[in-house]
């Protein structure tokens, strides 16, 4: 179960936060085989001057466009699923939107099935 939380810019589109979203939904999904309904993100669209970041790092360009994307899951994926995940929501989000590869940045956490209540003040997934 992903939790999921962008925060970009406030001068793009609904469309292009709605793009945003399902890029990085389907990528989950075909990344990490998640349910299409396990969908929990959160859309922070802030001031353009509140998003601070560096010309480039990485000897990556960063833009205006740049977004931040934290994801967190329960522990278990390898290095080459995140490496994939990685990949393919830049790829997703740079077809769809007006937003680079480049300005795609994405933090991982990790956690564990104690970790997580659904409602009703239940740990779900514990045993699971």
Known sequence: ????????????????????????????????????????????????????????????PHSPNLLYIRITARSGRTVEMKQSLYKNIAERIAAATPVSADDVVIIFVENESADWSFGRGIAQMVGK
């Open 1 to 60: 179960m992903p939790f999921v939380q962008i925060y970009l810019g406030d001068h793009l589109t609904q469309k292009n936060k709605e793009d945003i979203s399902l890029a990085i939904h389907q990528s989950l999904m075909d990344n990490f085989h998640i349910p299409a309904d396990d969908y929990f993100q959160v859309i922070n669209a802030v001031a353009a001057g509140d998003i601070l970041y560096p010309g480039s790092y990485f000897e990556v």
